[in-house]
């Protein structure tokens, strides 16, 4: 099951000028690449989230830096890019009762559609989905994406 | 190992302690009347004689001396004894003002030794010890200071002073330090530059015992650094115009014993000067009965503190003074309600999810004094929903309003970003003008 999981990079920052350029700049000297991306902000600081290529390197880099970083498992699912698909996927999941944590999605270039999601319950989430046959990515889709 | 240093003074009967210190009192107050021209003053303005000194209650007649006093008559005019007669000068930083210099005749450094290795054999601190001093060398008192009491009590010294903390931590392993004696803020910083270089204190070292001072800390820091090292720490007392690092705790790590045939311990109020009740917290004021250089009369250290003269459970008769966070002249006054910072750091500590650093700023705006407390968040506590990191502040912020009784708002920041200190940390920041 942990196959299906994505592992996903958040980091905590303050929000002020310059933090952002200082992480990326980490990534940059790591040849880390980024796929996906969110700053969820809350006044005086923020949450970084990302998914990244390679995410155990991420967080040593990371957390060496002197940064307060965590790996969480998400879910990466596949998407058609178009209408309702969105609908069907929170459909799925409501009908099992799981609850969305928070999500981010991103449009790829083989014209598929992404959506990360940190759900309350993540093998529940992996069955339903499984179920209504949806694909969910694993980190070898990262790398290719 | 050895229990008392001179276990005849460290026991002596308290009514037999009492009478040493009246035989004393009444010494000091000819010698200091008869040598120093600024006591003589002193002393007829508020028209006391010497011969009006009889008993140790008669104290109360004499004048009290405050660091003001050594700032008015910098350098020496305080000095009881010509330049000739002196061993060494201490000065202080003068961070808060005008600094004050302080003098030492052989004896005085004999005297200060003794009360140290007093000190640290009550600690079980010895000749099997190797001692790192990270207290600062040079005009601050601490390093030298803690030097020659370590010695005296017969201790290895290995004196890296503060600062070069790779180093300090290297030296630790390779010399085998068994005691580290610096400030709690440096001890913190080195056990953190340990950690990100991958070693422990607890696995990677023999440290066995800190002496930590120079700056107020918390019985809830003292459980943290004990948890996360392994080591003992004991709370360490002095200033720089009593001599310098004086007194410790002892095993019991109930109070800090002031040995009072060196020197005589009152707590009073500090707005009328009168002692307070027995067990009850005031200022204190110590008397030196010894010095010979720069003696005291009922010197305003400005501490706040409950003086217990109860036996301790060590055996030793002298009285304790107890741990209440904070100096007279450390208090914030926020919104009209009195706020130490060892109050804030005591609650602090209390929560796992805190980190070990905080600051504490204060604005006025629009007439109204705003708290805030930025705190670090330990790695381990971090999770990535932002309603669980708005919960700790909340959590943090209503311990602290049940405390201090005032609304302070918490602040999250970046792990790494308040400063830490290799002396003594500054935990408060007030930008309110009045």
């Known amino acids: 099951m942990e196959e299906k999981m994505i592992k996903q990079i958040s980091l905590f920052a303050e929000n002020k000028p310059g933090r952002l350029a200082n992480i990326a700049e980490k990534f940059k000297e790591a040849g880390i690449n980024i796929r996906a991306f969110t700053i969820a902000e809350a006044g005086d600081f923020g949450i970084i989230r990302m998914v990244v290529d390679e995410p155990d390197m991420a967080h040593k880099v990371l957390h060496d830096a002197g940064f307060t970083v965590s790996e969480t498992n998400v879910l990466g699912v596949e998407m058609e890019d178009i209408p309702g698909q969105l609908a069907m996927i929170a ?10 944590d928070y999500a981010y999605a991103f449009v790829t270039k083989t014209e598929k ?6 759900v309350n319950d993540i093998r529940g989430a992996v069955k339903a989905l499984d179920g209504a046959n949806v694909r969910l990515l694993d980190m070898s889709d990262v790398h290719n994406i | ?26 010494q000091l107050v000819k010698y200091v009347y008869e040598h120093s021209p600024f006591y003589r003053k002193r002393f007829d303005e508020a028209g006391v004689k010497p011969e009006d000194i009889k008993t140790l209650d008669d104290v109360t007649k004499l004048p009290f001396t405050f660091k003001q006093d ?22 202080s930083s003068g961070t808060t003002g005008k600094p004050t210099v302080v003098g030492y005749t052989d004896n005085d450094v004999k005297a200060w030794s003794t009360s140290l290795a007093r000190a640290l054999t009550s600690i079980g601190v010895g000749r099997d010890d190797v001692m790192q001093i990270g207290y600062g060398y040079g005009l601050f008192t601490g390093g030298l200071g803690m030097h020659y009491g370590a010695e005296e009590a017969g201790c290895t010294v290995l004196p890296t002073s ?20 610096c400030t709690p803020s440096y001890l913190l910083f080195m056990i953190e530059a340990a950690r990100d270089a991958g070693i422990s204190f607890q696995d990677d070292t023999k440290l066995r015992v800190g002496v930590l001072g120079a700056e107020p800390w918390s019985e809830e820091m003292r459980k943290r650094i004990e948890e996360s090292t392994g080591i003992k720490a004991y709370d360490i007392f002095g200033t720089s115009e009593l001599s310098g690092p004086l007194f410790t ?9 002031i040995w009072a045939d060196q020197f005589l311990v009152e707590v009073i109020n500090p707005e009328t000067g009168e002692p307070v009740a027995n067990g009850e917290r005031g200022e204190l004021v110590i008397t030196t009965l010894v010095k ?25 008769t002298h009285p304790r003074i107890m741990r209440v966070l904070g100096r007279a002249d450390d208090m914030l006054i926020v919104r009209g309600i009195n706020v130490f910072p060892g109050q804030v750091e005591s609650v602090l500590m209390k929560i796992p999810e805190v980190g070990e650093h905080f600051m504490i700023i204060v604005d006025r705006v629009n007439e109204l004094d705003i708290m805030k407390v930025q705190i670090e968040m330990n790695e381990a506590a971090f999770s990535d929903k ?22 302070v708002k918490v602040e999250l920041v970046e792990h790494g970003s308040l400063p830490r200190s290799m002396g003594k940390a500054k935990k408060v920041i007030d930008n309110r003008k009045i």
Request: glycine share 4%; charged share 25%.
């Open chain 2, 386 to 407: 932002i309603n669980d990191l708005m919960d700790l502040e909340k959590k943090v912020g209503a311990a602290l309003k049940s405390v201090l009784n005032i609304a």
């Open chain 2, 70 to 91: 050594l700032r008015d008559t910098y350098p020496t005019g305080m000095f009881c004894v010509p330049n000739n007669k002196l061993v060494r000068f201490h000065v």
């Open chain 1, 91 to 100: 459909d799925v999941l409501s009908e099992k009762n799981i609850n969305i």
């Open chain 2, 249 to 257: 705790e002892c095993q019991s790590q109930n109070g800090i014993h």
């Open chain 2, 292 to 316: 010979e250089a720069l003696p005291l009369i009922r010197y305003r250290i400005g501490d706040i503190t409950v003086l217990n003269w109860d036996e301790c459970e060590c055996g030793r």
């Open chain 2, 162 to 181: 503060s600062g070069n903390t790779e180093r300090q931590i290297e030296l630790m392993q390779d010399l085998g330090s068994t005691v580290i004696a």
């Open chain 1, 113 to 118: 559609a992404f959506l990360i999601v940190r």
């Open chain 2, 1 to 26: 190992m050895i229990e008392y240093w001179n276990p005849q003074i460290e026991r002596m009967p308290v009514d037999e302690l009492k009478k040493v210190q009246e035989q004393k009192l009444c």
